[in-house]
């Protein structure tokens, strides 16, 4: 422990410490406590103790950049270059103090000049020569030097400062340029986060600070140091002006290239640096080789040097001449001021360093496209490196064509077509030695390459070049010259120049390695008399290189040539260009002819690495994946080139095209002999498992090839991936494209040999070999056509084989995600082979399901091109988008390719999807298709690209339509076709090299031509298609001014070395934005991926099959109405359910007697609430549902059903009412008898009463004296009553049948027909022969299908007639004659409703027989509904039946006050039976909706419900169930609907009792609240006398709509005389509990038969619908409205043997579908009719023409399963046999009832 002493001291020695860190303006308070905790200081003496690395801790803890510099002072600590970096400098914030002492900024003046001398004495250090770490010192330097730089120029921003704040005490405003001093250095609006990103990036790159080292540099490597540390500070102030710090190095990737961004929508200029790059890239995406000269002048950026502003009086005129002459000098004093925007070349190598390998290779493509010069060799901006971008340049391809000057007549030599690294040609390079202000270097070699002088090399005189370039020095640029098998071709081979920019003497390592690999040297040299020995030295060596040498000295005008041929001196000064470059062509091409040097790229790069330069191409992943390249490249070098696909690709030789031509014949099936179409159909899907098994034993085990390169695929990362297909596209290219030449050169000798023996007319027996050689030449030289798209073929075909025969391999998975991962990385994927003209669904289909697990399921906007073959659509594409597609003239697309190209996040809204799908087609009108197949090949292929495309390019090359009137006729009837199915595609035309001379009048000229083309074919196509339009725009909207577009020729003179021509590149950005803006508006168009696999799924289907309108089956409209279906089920239930509802409330209101008219308009104020909210829903549902552009076509239709079903609801629900109504009138005068009778017995009731109150009388004598008064009063009026009228209802019901039958012989009939004889029908007796085309049939030949048809309407009519006779029963009323007019009616209607078509119908005896039978049933039901009705009225019955009551009255009055118990129970006993019936109301209606929302069965649509039937019968397994659905299918339904009701209440779970609870514990409640409402009523009216008679009436009319309880059945209490009318609500409401209890004890004993409406009939009513049968094979129409707009359509039609159909003259069970048939050329007809096509079926008129049936060649498995598990019992019902052309096949016997259930889900 301290002393006391010791802290004595230790307080005396602190205030002297904190003396010290206030002198240096350090804050005591927060410094010594810190110092004291991490140095252990105490004292001031301490300090000077202290070393570099406690200052290091202390460091940490600044708050305050000066205050690091404090901390140094006061430790005494050197200021040491390493602790202060420009990264750490530029990252700190700067929180300056509020008053900063004049000094502190006098100490940041000076620390830069300390700083500069400590850096000086570390650099000028001498260097070891054996310093292992000289790389890591010339780093330091490096770094230090640019310290110093940045520090150089903060000291004289400080400087400034403190002039101009000298003495002045504006602190703020001080503090305020400080502010503007810091954020000058960090930069305009860098936020923190981003600086810091950037600069950390940037710290890999360049060179890490180390301590001082002793070595020491040479003068002249200080130099280089020191301009290599400006190099690296201004780079970053570059790549900060054009926005790409963050990109920096190599982070930009393809998806920067490739997104569409805004820039897309407008074609502008940029308005600030930062735009620059992204212009830049738009700009070279469409080929626009002016991108070269791309500048920005943007006089708003820091960074920029300002421009100076003249005062007025400056621009006055001079006083004098000498004043004019001044200022001109001084105008010249700031001559970078001049140099305000980008250099062009800093930009594209700025772009250039921040691109990683794969955009550099695209950037590299298209600057050779545009005959641009390339970086070859590249230093690296902040290292020494040297780069040699090898795989940058390999994609680019080039071609040639050689000839040979030697003789008069230039003779041609073989074209050349390879990529450009692999060409092995003379090396030209260009150098420069010196200045020269009068002669560019790369001036003369554009003069050279080009007699346009295109600017292959940018040289000072282009526009945009500035004094300063940045990323220009010691960068090697190549570009070869292309000879055209001209005589005119400057050089008569291919030539590669290289161009070394800047001072040779400067660039050693470029100089020497094109010495090495350079044929010819050619150096610039100026300023020969003062060159320095370095400059001699270069010389030198070039003169004694064994290479040509030619030297061009700017400064003499007359040279003498060398002595050695191979070295040649030339005078360019003040040389006319033309004869300079006539000259030195002349000399270059005399030396290449004696030269031997040539090579290619490819073997530079060995010279490359040698010279230690980095190749790009020795990246790992590159390494790794050219080597995986070659490997398998070798194994296909095993086999011969034309038996690769058959060797290596089984999946895709002959046995593929034969499974394809089989899947559609699938489309096309005919009889074949005695085998149906299913047969035909079984036969070829056996056929195709065969094929593919073949298939899958030739590829399985996957050979080494295949399994080498998708595990390739699937193991390696991305960029790999990458780099792996590059490789082998091009090693696969290598492989086949030599030996493919030479097979063309073969077959196009061979084909000029035929046609000069056609033209010599001569036969020559030769002639046929001839031809067959040529099919063999040009089958060989299909098959060795082998590129990277088969292998993804096969990949493609390995997955679906394996999909088809239920392969579980996980590996082959995830196949599809290997393409869709290839897809977003912009790799093109092939979507139909173009080889076997096929789709392959399954493998399309699985990437788009990649695609959306991996991206979601986005919007995409379909854009495809079509045109006629080589007409530059490829080229199009890849100028609009920038995308991968093939365009060389040897290797056209074949099939079609799709490429996906992502849209900018701030431009997905604006247009409205997330990706734009490019679809590029084959070219139409292929010359090795040229036939009919041909035709049809087009036919399809257009059909489809238009229908699966929101726009379609129609690329047309010339002006005039009529080169392609055949693609026109087929692309307008396309578009006629997809506005037939309700698809709704546009399309613009594009007219390529036009003149660009072509005045708008001309082009108006030309709309209007194509116009009256369009218009023209349109009429013929419109003829073919059956339409009735007369123009092309009214197929699709379509404008001929904004539709039409005009491109310039594609080339600015003659290929091979014509650059693209500007206005074509401008024509490409207009037509691209006009594209965006036509997706923009075209929303109800655009679909997501998953929408997009379906479309193309549909089109594909369809288009296997002939017909394509009529085949056209719309996936998505399907589920997207299928869903509708299913809301719009939910919104007619609770419309239907609200209207149950308010018909229960008006049918008690009706029989209490409070309502005695029901109008619409109270029925529409009523539904009116749940209308409009229904509506709403409807509005919401179409406006918000993500498929609300395909919903869109329903919505009139979907308000018009409803609004029709609100109609018809309450046009139903008004009948009902009125008929209540009607029959409560008709009783109106009963009911006033009987209620007068009841006030008589009233009345006698109380007078006994009255004249027995006061006596002392037992109950039981009150009793006997009420009962006798009764039946005196009973007597009486059973005396005074007309005795009742019976009807003779046997005799009127014969009477009736006497006038309606007037036949011989009737009167007998009736008399003699038994009473409990029942109907059967007698086909030789019931049924009318009808003559067709003169022949009466014979009854043997009516099948048993049509006796079970005829037999089916009988029971309809009986059912019908029951159910009618039922509802007057349950109406309890009484007999009428018109009953019996009724059922005659019922019966004629049935027999007249037979159709036409029909072979037999109902003669009279059927008529007869059945209405006897009708009438004879319903006279017994009518006599009893007689019997009953009388009963009711009989008033001696009706009082007696009333006994109780009047009993319960008497009793009341007689007990006064103290009866309120008997008036609670009277009153409950009237009340029981209108709850208990309300209770079972409202259960039903409870149970119904339950089921409806918990039951899937119930939930969706009429459709949904008969699948459930399907399952529901294959799970019973019933046939009996079977043929009642087939028969019956109204009634089975109505049947199934009852059965799952019952199983869901009757299940023992007692929910039954739990709805009847619930629906009385509401009831319950209500009751009460209307007890409790009345009596409040009468207790707010306490004047009244008559309280008893005032709260029945309050009670009745609050109970008017829940129960049946009229006030006049309670007249007989209304004379109780109670004062506390509480006690009366209290005995009520204990009544009431007993009558709960009474009711919840009958509860459990309760069934289905209890309500008088059915839960299923509630339901049934739902789902009632339509209930049209198909006339080919039976399938109910699923629409759930009845007599709906629209023709009838079922999701699943049947086996036409189902309805009992035979092959005509047998009996053997028709098999086939009526959608499978649909697909043939077969016919039908109706009863020996004339025939009629299936596939127009609707010709055939009634009943078929109502239907919409779509072709569907495939057989649903439920029905195989059915035939073949019920066949005998089929062959039974309709006595036919599945024999000969009804031969069940094999492959139905193998379904299982589990693959039919599982089928039947999908739907």
Not at 22 to 33: F, M, R, S, V
Not at 35 to 43: N, P, R
Not at 1695 to 1721: K, Y
Request: proline share 4%; hydrophobic share 35%.
């Amino acid at each position: 422990m301290a002393s006391q002493e010791d802290t004595q001291e230790g307080d005396a020695k602190a205030p002297l410490l904190a003396e010290a860190f206030e002198k240096e303006g350090l804050d005591a308070g927060y410094w010594i406590p810190k110092a004291s905790q991490i140095l252990g200081i105490k004292c001031r003496e301490a300090l000077q103790h202290l070393e570099y690395e406690d200052y290091h801790k202390l460091e940490c803890e600044a708050r305050h950049p000066w205050e690091k510099r404090a901390l140094q002072k006061l430790l005494k600590i050197p200021d040491e270059v390493s602790s202060i970096s420009v990264q750490s400098f530029l990252l700190t914030e700067h929180q300056l103090p509020r008053c900063p002492k004049v000094a502190d900024l006098q100490e940041l003046i000076n620390t830069p000049e300390q700083m500069k001398e400590h850096m000086h004495a570390v650099t000028d250090t001498p260097k070891s020569s054996a310093s292992v770490n000289e790389a890591k010192k010339e780093d330091t330097q490096t770094s230090s030097l640019t310290t110093n730089s940045l520090l150089q120029a903060i000291k004289e921003w400080a400087e400034n400062l403190l002039q101009k704040h000298t003495g002045d005490k504006d602190w703020e405003r001080l503090e305020w340029d400080l502010d503007f001093l810091i954020s000058a250095c960090l930069g305009d609006k860098w936020d923190e986060q981003r600086m810091q990103n950037t600069l950390r990036d940037l710290e890999d790159t360049l060179p890490t600070p180390e301590p001082p080292s002793q070595s020491q540099s040479k003068t002249n490597g200080n130099r280089s140091k020191t301009k290599q540390a400006t190099a690296n500070q201004k780079l970053l102030q570059l790549l900060k002006r054009l926005g790409l710090e963050s990109h920096y190095p190599r982070k930009m990737g393809m998806g920067d290239f490739h997104t569409i961004c805004k820039t897309s929508l407008q074609d502008s200029q940029p308005s600030q640096d930062k735009e620059l790059p992204l212009y830049f890239l738009q700009k070279l995406l469409t080929m626009d080789y002016q991108v070269r000269y791309l500048t920005c002048w943007d006089y708003s950026n820091p960074g920029l040097a300002p421009v100076p502003q003249r005062r007025e009086q400056e621009f006055q005129q001079s006083d004098s001449f000498e004043n004019f002459l001044d200022d001109l000098e001084e105008g010249s004093l700031e001559p970078e001021s001049m140099d305000s925007h980008v250099h062009p070349m800093d930009l594209q190598m700025a772009i250039f360093h921040c691109a990683d390998d794969f955009l550099r290779q695209t950037l590299a493509t298209k600057l050779a496209f545009c005959q641009l010069a390339l970086p070859l060799l590249v230093p690296n901006p902040t290292t020494s490196c040297i780069e040699f971008p090898l795989y940058a340049l390999s994609q680019i391809q080039r071609s040639w064509r050689e000839a040979d000057k030697s003789g008069k007549q230039a003779q041609t030599k073989s074209f050349s077509n390879k990529l450009i690294f692999q060409a092995q040609t003379p090396i030209v390079s260009f150098i420069r030695i010196g200045t020269s202000a009068s002669s560019s270097k790369s001036q003369l070699l554009n003069a050279l390459l080009s007699k346009h002088k295109h600017d292959t090399f940018f040289h000072r005189h282009c526009r945009g070049s500035t004094r300063e370039r940045l990323l220009m020095e010691g960068l090697v640029e190549i570009a070869w010259y292309c000879p055209g098998g001209s005589p005119n071709d400057t050089f008569e081979c291919c030539v590669a120049f290289c161009n070394l920019h800047g001072d040779a003497r400067d660039h050693g390592a470029q100089l020497q390695f094109l010495q090495e690999i350079s044929a010819i040297n050619v150096a610039l040299v100026s300023d020969w008399e003062h060159m320095d020995n370095r400059g001699k030295k270069l010389l030198q060596d070039l003169w004694q290189s064994q290479r040509p040498f030619i030297c061009l000295l700017t400064e003499k005008e007359n040279v003498a040539a060398g002595q050695a041929s191979k070295t040649l001196k030339i005078g360019i000064k003040n040389r006319n260009e033309a004869e300079l470059v006539d000259q030195l062509t002349k000399t270059i091409g005399k030396l290449l002819e004696g030269s031997n040097t040539h090579c290619s790229l490819e073997t530079c790069v060995d010279k490359a690495r040698q010279h230690g330069f980095i190749v790009d191409a020795d990246r790992d992943a590159c390494v790794t994946a050219k080597a995986k390249a070659k490997e398998l490249v070798e194994l296909l070098k095993k086999e011969k080139l034309s038996e690769i696909k058959s060797q290596l690709l089984p999946l895709q030789g002959k046995l593929w095209y034969q499974w394809c031509q089989k899947d559609k014949e699938l489309t096309r099936l005919q009889e074949k002999r005695n085998k149906s179409v299913e047969h035909h159909r079984s036969q070829i899907e056996n056929d195709k498992t065969a094929i593919r098994r073949k298939q899958l034993e030739q590829a399985f085990p996957l050979n080494t090839l295949m399994k080498s390169f998708l595990g390739f695929l699937q193991a390696q990362p991305a960029d790999t991936k990458k780099y792996f297909l590059h490789w082998m596209k091009v090693f696969m290219d290598e492989l086949s494209c030599g030996p493919i030449e030479e097979l063309s050169r073969d077959y196009h000798k061979l084909w000029s040999e035929i046609q000069t023996g056609k033209k010599s007319k001569t036969k020559s027996s030769g002639n046929a070999e001839l031809l067959s050689h040529l099919d063999a030449l040009s089958d060989e030289i299909k098959d060795s056509s082998i590129s990277l798209e088969h292998l993804l073929r096969e990949v493609g075909q390995i997955y679906e084989a394996l999909e088809l025969m239920n392969s579980a391999n996980d590996n082959f998975v995830k196949l599809p995600e290997i393409a869709a991962e290839l897809m977003v990385s912009g790799y093109p994927m092939e979507l139909m082979d173009g080889d076997a003209s096929y789709l392959p669904l399954r493998w399309v289909g699985a990437i788009f399901d990649s695609l959306i697990e991996r991206l979601g399921d986005k919007r995409v906007f379909v854009l495809s091109v079509l045109g006629i073959q080589s007409t530059g659509k490829s080229t199009l594409l890849n100028a609009m988008f920038g995308l991968q597609f093939n365009v060389s003239a040897g290797r056209c697309t074949r099939g079609a390719f799709m490429q996906l190209i992502p849209v900018d996040e701030e431009l997905q809204q604006d247009l409205g999807f997330d990706f734009v799908l490019v679809v590029d087609a084959e070219g139409l009108r292929a010359i090795e298709m040229a036939n009919k197949q041909s035709l049809i090949h087009d036919n399809e292929l257009v059909t489809f690209v238009i229908g699966v495309g929101n726009l379609t390019v129609i690329n047309i090359f010339g002006e005039n339509p009529s080169e392609m009137p055949d693609v026109l006729q087929i692309a307008v009837q396309a578009f006629l076709r997809m506005k037939k199915v309700n698809l709704s595609p546009s399309c613009f035309f594009v007219h390529q090299n036009v003149g660009e001379a072509t005045a708008k009048e001309q082009n108006m000229e030309g709309r209007r031509r194509l116009q009256e083309k369009l218009d023209e074919m349109t009429v013929v196509a419109a003829e073919q298609e059956f339409c009735d339009v007369s123009s092309f725009s009214d197929v699709i909207g379509f404008d001929v001014n904004t539709h039409i577009h005009y491109f310039a020729q594609l080339w600015e003179g003659d290929p091979p070395m014509a650059p693209p021509n500007p206005t074509y590149s401008q024509n490409v950005r207009q037509l691209k934005s006009k594209i965006l803006q036509a997706a923009k508006n075209s929303q109800c168009s655009i679909l997501r991926f998953s929408s997009l696999k379906d479309r193309i799924g549909d089109l594909w289907n369809a288009l296997l099959i002939e017909n394509f309108v009529f085949s056209f089956k719309n996936s998505l409209e399907i589920a997207v109405y299928r869903k509708l279906e299913s809301a719009f089920s939910q919104w007619t239930w609770r419309l239907r359910s609200h209207i149950l509802d308010v018909q229960m409330k008006l049918y008690n209101k009706i029989r209490n007697g409070d309502l005695q008219n029901v109008t619409r308009e109270h029925l529409e104020g009523l539904v009116q609430e749940i209308s409009d909210a229904i509506e709403k829903e409807v509005e919401k549902y179409f406006r918000e549902d993500k498929d609300r552009e395909t919903l869109v076509q329903w919505k009139s239709s979907t308000e018009l059903k409803l609004k029709e079903l609100k109609e018809t609801l309450l046009d139903d629900t008004k009948k009902k009412c009125e008929n209540l109504i009607e029959r409560q009138k008709e009783q109106r005068k009963l009911y006033a008898r009987k209620l007068a009778y009841e006030d008589e017995i009233l009345r006698r009731s109380r007078e006994l009463a009255v004249t027995l109150k006061g006596k002392s009388l037992s109950e039981r004598e009150l009793k006997d004296n009420c009962i006798l008064v009764l039946n005196q009063w009973i007597a009486a009026v059973s005396c005074a009553a007309r005795p009742l009228e019976w009807v003779d209802i046997d005799a009127e019901i014969e009477d009736v049948l006497l006038e309606h039958f007037k036949e011989p012989g009737i009167y007998a009939r009736i008399r003699s027909f038994p009473k409990g004889r029942g109907f059967s029908f007698d086909p030789e007796k019931h049924i009318k022969k009808i003559k067709h085309l003169g022949f009466v049939p014979d009854f043997r030949n009516i099948s048993n299908d049509d006796v079970i048809k005829y037999q089916h309407i009988t029971d309809n009519i009986i059912v019908c007639v029951k159910a009618n006779i039922a509802k007057k029963e349950e109406e309890k009323r009484d007999y009428s004659r018109n009953f019996i007019y009724e059922i005659l009616i019922e019966v004629q209607k049935a027999v007249n409703s037979l159709p036409s078509n029909w072979k037999c119908s109902f003669n009279r005896d059927y008529s007869i027989d059945l209405s006897l039978y009708l009438c004879r049933m319903a006279a017994e039901r009518f006599k009893a509904m007689h019997k009953e009705f009388q009963k009711a009225n009989d008033p001696a019955a009706y009082l007696s039946s009333k006994r109780e009551d009047f009993l319960q009255c008497f009793q009341i009055s007689c007990q006064g006050a103290t009866s309120v118990t008997t008036f609670a129970v009277f009153l409950c006993r009237k009340i029981e039976p209108a709850l208990s019936r309300a209770v079972y109301e409202r259960t039903a209606k409870a149970i119904a909706e339950d089921m409806q929302g918990k039951f899937p069965d119930f939930q969706g649509n009429r459709a949904n419900l008969e699948v459930c039937i399907l399952r529901y019968l294959a799970e019973q397994e019933n046939f009996e169930y079977f043929k009642q659905y087939l028969m019956s299918p109204k009634q089975f339904c109505e049947s199934y609907i009852e059965t799952r009701v019952m199983g869901h209440c009757l299940d023992g779970s007692r929910r039954l009792r739990m709805f009847l609870d619930s629906s009385l514990d509401i009831l319950y409640r209500n009751t009460l609240s209307a007890v409790s409402f009345s009596t409040q009523t009468v207790k707010d009216k306490k004047d009244r006398k008559d309280k008893v008679s005032l709260w029945l009436d309050e009670f009745c009319r609050e109970m008017t709509e829940v129960i049946n309880l009229p006030r006049s059945d309670l007249k007989g209490i209304e004379h109780l005389e109670v004062t506390d009318i509480e006690f009366l609500s209290s005995a009520v409401a204990e009544a009431l509990d007993d009558l709960r209890d009474r009711l919840m004890e009958v509860f459990p004993k309760a069934d289905l038969s209890s309500f008088s409406r059915q839960p299923h009939t509630i339901l049934a009513e739902h789902f009632s619908g339509c209930w049209e049968q198909c006339p080919f094979c039976g399938a109910v129409c699923t629409n759930t409205m009845q007599n709906h707009t629209g023709d009838h359509q079922v999701v699943l039609h049947r086996p036409q043997a189902l309805i009992g159909t035979t092959w005509p003259g047998t009996d053997q069970l028709v098999i086939d579908i009526c959608s499978g048939l649909l697909t043939t050329n077969l016919k039908f007809n109706f009863d020996n009719s004339k025939g009629f096509s299936y596939q127009k079926y609707w010709y055939a008129g009634l009943p078929s023409s109502t239907w919409n049936t779509l072709p569907d060649p495939s057989m649903q498995a439920y029905w195989k399963w059915f035939v073949s598990h019920f066949r005998t019992q089929l062959e039974a019902l309709y006595n036919g046999k599945f024999q000969g052309k009804g031969k069940i096949p094999e492959a139905w016997q193998r379904v299982t009832k589990q693959e039919a259930l599982s089928e039947l889900e999908k739907h």
